[in-house]
């Protein structure tokens, strides 16, 4: 998984410099509604824990430079939150939140020649954990385990997958994008086999957004 992450990276960027040549460049803003999970699974003592998806909103910072053949680059910075809730003891809902500063750098492309055009895009992304809600050494409401800083891992990165609807008008866009974000790292750092502590936990996240991208520049 990791090879792949790096070959898509290398690919994006060797869309820069043919980009620059002849484009567009657009600069944006993007409100997302999001879906995410976690999948707790043992391999070593084959077990799955199941959990319920969290349901979070988050706003992110939007650049884009499109050729003349409708390929390009988009790079976003965003604030999201990833996680799970699980019901405690009491069966009261428990919302497990991971807030990352989420970098993805994705190459687009768009279908259809007019105003109304096929969006989509694809690359790789890369997460930075500013804060969670679980505290350090704190147990999962239900789980035998909890998230350790010094231990588990506060960079993430997968890949993102977008497609959806884009409609210019004048010299900007508004888009309808519908996207799936998955992380090939874990979550949990496990330094030895365990029966009480999954070797796999990766966030997957569902999300529906809109865009709106101001165009600054166009070369025909």
Not at 42 to 51: E, G
Not at 55 to 60: G, H, I, P, Q, W
């Amino acid at each position: 998984m990791k090879k792949v992450i790096f070959i898509l990276f290398i690919i994006n960027l060797s869309f820069i410099n043919k980009l620059f040549s002849q484009n567009n460049f657009s600069l944006g803003f993007k409100s997302s509604y999001n879906s995410s999970n976690i999948n707790f699974y043992n391999n070593f003592f084959p077990q799955n824990i199941k959990t319920n998806s969290l349901k979070t909103f988050d706003y992110s910072f939007v650049a884009e430079i499109k050729n003349l053949k409708k390929t390009g680059l988009r790079l976003e910075v965003s604030k999201k939150t990833k996680g799970w809730s699980q019901l405690d003891d009491n069966n009261h809902i428990i919302n497990n939140e991971f807030t990352y500063v989420n970098i993805p750098l994705m190459m687009t492309t768009y279908f259809g020649n007019n105003n109304s055009k096929i969006h989509f895009s694809i690359g790789p992304f890369a997460d930075f954990l500013m804060e969670n809600n679980s505290g350090i050494n704190k147990t999962f409401s239900g789980l035998d385990f909890g998230f350790d800083e010094e231990r588990d891992n506060t960079f993430g990165y997968g890949i993102i997958i977008n497609t959806g609807f884009s409609f210019d008008f004048a010299k900007n866009s508004f888009q309808l994008l519908f996207s799936y974000n998955y992380n090939f790292d874990n979550l949990i750092d496990v330094v030895s086999k365990s029966s009480t502590i999954p070797d796999i936990s990766n966030f997957n996240t569902i999300s529906i957004s809109f865009v709106y991208l101001f165009n600054f520049i166009k070369n025909e």
